[in-house]
């Protein structure tokens, strides 16, 4: 299929001769009206005003690039005509991202990264490319293969069609076109294993999650078979999980139990080596790296943190143990375990500055991923104002650019900045903090409340996101990893337990007066800003008051937590955590405090602007939630306004709609905080494509 990039530029400009007066008004942006920034842009120190669209719908981004275990080609996301696609390229035209040596392949809007496997992977035999797809936002995530050789022939829809979730578990042999993949088709609420094989597009079952066995997750080795299942222990979510691994005559022998509120999670499982690496906080706070013994069970910590939790592990594509390990502190770092990998990435990185491509030393530098021989390997390396993908030949010693070029954004975004600061009750609660450029003195603030709780918020480079976009726009932007976030240690995330609409609450709001005691949020001009759980603490801040709230901005945010916890997916095996965290819907007194806990029993409450957004598909927090808070909020003759998308879910996935979320949220807040607003972006009239 050929590359349109250049169609898409054409048909983009005679769209917008088209419009008329219409795309005039992309340049109708409105100016300012916060003091500080009215300043600002008095002493002409506010950088330009970056469209919308280039946070949302950029045509020259070519990113995320996958080598093929031969290491002969380069798999990347770029777009396809007016959406997402894929693009393939020999990595012989590595330096040429995006250009006539390109086949494209038009996948549409992709899943949601990892809520189901990796997006899109080579299989083995360097030819297929598997993919996910999720048609309307409601997670029964479905699993393509294109052939890469044959451009023009149609996709193979591996997995059963709408209303199955399945899941892609990994690669098959070396060489072959086959994997493994799981799906609940035939029980919702648990997952069967099967193996595909893309070049006779045969599909047979390998193992099911039979009655009483309870299996949550299946594992393949590095030998490419089945090697362990993990299974709930009793009927009820919470109880103990056993990992299991399979002997050769077909029965499961017991490795290990892991109770309800530890973690123990293989990366990999090598009976060659006789080794079993995982990822565990059993028996301790953080989350460390460790090696098991298959025969004995005895462990070894190869690496751990004494600030935060391990993030994973980096290992070589088929055997053999952990090369290197990630985690974030403040920034994010790798350590490695094999130096002479380490000595290639600074090799590369050091080439990468002489030639220009990156203009200060990376915050990280890691491999994205390998070749079977280990021979090349692609390196991300990220700075404090954007990164670059690069391509290395441990052999040549010779690096090649995989990004495209981009101009500089190191005059136009804000770096983001690490923070803690000590709760009123002592505990170290720390977060990221984004200036609006060229402001002096306090700004309007967005306190940006991430989702879970069982999440954290991470450092990002000023490029290309949502927080630059909100900076750009002239506000200070909060993001507080409260008591109740992972990444920490189990202490701190389980002093968030029954504390979400109280201490947890107050961790975000005393994060908010740390930013106005250090000068640099402006107390009348403030606003909330989540998703999800983030939502909810979007309405529990309106509802609280600890601050001036000037709006609210609640995308898919829980009101009712009974109905919520009684309606979450089938397949979900977390229970035990809801109820931790927030009670148990079955015990009366618990299920009475929670609906009193739950933003619907106090919205009278609520009195400032708010804006509610919510996927009609959503399975997580369904859309019922968002529409009673609009509805009560309407009946009281409160300021509210909603804003649907009748083919998400739980968030907004395509580009379109993203546009349409940021045009209102962009809107909303420079009424409410006096920012900056781009106004009419051209792009809201491209047409729909699946």
Not at 207 to 234: H, K, T, Y
């Amino acid at each position: 299929m050929r590359n349109t990039q250049r169609s898409l530029r054409h048909r983009i400009a005679a769209m917008a001769l088209a419009a008329g007066a219409l795309a005039l008004l992309g340049a109708c942006a409105t100016a300012p009206t916060h003091p500080a920034l009215v300043a600002a842009q008095k002493n002409d120190t506010l950088p330009p005003l970056v469209p919308l669209r280039r946070f949302v719908a950029n045509i020259d981004v070519v990113s995320g690039h996958v080598l093929s275990p031969d290491g002969q080609w380069l798999l990347s996301t770029q777009t396809v005509g007016t959406d997402v696609g894929l693009g393939v390229r020999r990595t012989a035209d590595a330096g040429e991202p995006g250009g006539n040596g390109t086949r494209t392949f038009a996948t549409g809007t992709l899943a949601r990264s990892f809520i189901s496997g990796p997006t899109y992977s080579w299989l083995r035999d360097s030819r297929h490319i598997a993919y996910l797809k999720d048609f309307t936002g409601d997670e029964n995530t479905q699993i393509f293969v294109l052939d890469t050789q044959s451009p023009n022939e149609k996709p193979w829809a591996v997995s059963p069609g709408a209303g199955i979730r399945s899941t892609f578990v990994g690669p098959g042999a070396p060489g072959s076109a086959r994997f493994f993949f799981a799906n609940n088709q035939r029980e919702r609420s648990s997952m069967d294993l099967f193996e595909a094989d893309a070049r006779t597009r045969t599909v047979q079952e390998v193992a099911r999650s039979e009655p009483g066995s309870r299996v949550v997750g299946w594992f393949i080795d590095a030998q490419r078979e089945l090697s362990g299942r993990m299974r709930q222990l009793g009927e009820v979510d919470g109880s103990d999980l056993l990992l299991e691994l399979r002997q050769p005559d077909g029965s499961w022998r017991a490795f290990k139990t892991v109770q309800a509120f530890d973690s123990f999670w293989p990366q990999r499982i090598d009976h060659a080596a006789g080794k079993l690496w995982a990822l565990t906080n059993v028996g301790r706070d953080k989350v460390v790296l460790v090696e098991a013994d298959l025969a004995t069970g005895n462990e070894k910590v190869l690496a751990e943190n004494a600030e935060v939790d391990l993030d994973f592990g980096v290992f070589p594509p088929q055997q053999g143990g952990p090369l290197a390990y990630v985690y974030e502190t403040g920034k994010p770092r790798i350590e490695y375990l094999e130096p002479t990998l380490g000595n290639d990435v600074s090799d590369a990185v050091k080439k990468a500055r002489q030639r220009g491509w990156l203009t200060e030393e990376p915050v990280i530098a890691r491999p994205w991923g390998m070749t079977e021989d280990r021979q090349r390997m692609v390196i991300g390396a990220v700075t404090e104002n954007g990164g670059v993908e690069l391509l290395w030949d441990r052999g040549t010693q010779q690096v090649q650019r995989l990004s495209p070029a981009r101009p500089p954004t190191n005059d136009i975004f804000s770096p983001m900045e690490p923070f803690s600061f000590k709760a009123s009750d002592g505990l170290t609660v720390h977060g990221y903090l984004v200036r609006p450029r060229g402001v002096q003195g306090p700004a309007p603030l967005v306190v940006d409340i991430h989702g879970g709780p069982w999440l954290r918020e991470r450092w990002r480079p000023a490029s290309y996101n949502g927080t630059q976009m909100l900076a750009n726009r002239g506000y200070a932007v909060l993001n507080v990893n409260y008591r109740g976030s992972t990444g920490y240690g189990r202490a701190f995330m389980m002093a968030g337990a029954r504390q979400t609409n109280d201490r947890l609450q107050r961790d975000i709001a005393e994060a908010v007066q740390w930013a106005i005691d250090q000068g640099v949020a402006d107390p009348q001009r403030m606003a909330v800003l989540g998703a999800s759980f983030g939502g909810y603490s979007v309405l529990a801040q309106l509802i609280q008051k600890p601050h001036d709230y000037r709006c609210g901005v609640d995308m898919v945010g829980v009101a009712n937590w009974p109905r919520v916890i009684e309606n979450w997916p089938p397949f979900w095996r977390n229970r035990h955590y809801f109820a931790r965290f927030f009670g148990d819907v079955n015990k009366p007194d618990e299920r009475a405090q929670m609906l009193a806990d739950s933003p619907i029993s106090q919205i009278d409450r609520i009195t400032a602007p708010l804006l509610v957004i919510h996927g009609g598909n959503d399975v997580r927090v369904l859309r019922q939630d968002s529409d009673d808070v609009v509805a009560e909020l309407r009946r009281l003759g409160r300021p509210v306004e909603f804003l649907g998308f009748p083919d998400e879910g739980h968030g907004v996935r395509k580009w379109r709609n993203r546009l349409a979320q940021s045009r209102k949220i962009e809107d909303t807040l420079a009424t409410c905080l006096g920012g900056r607003s781009n106004g009419f972006d051209f792009y809201e009239l491209m047409p729909r494509q699946q």
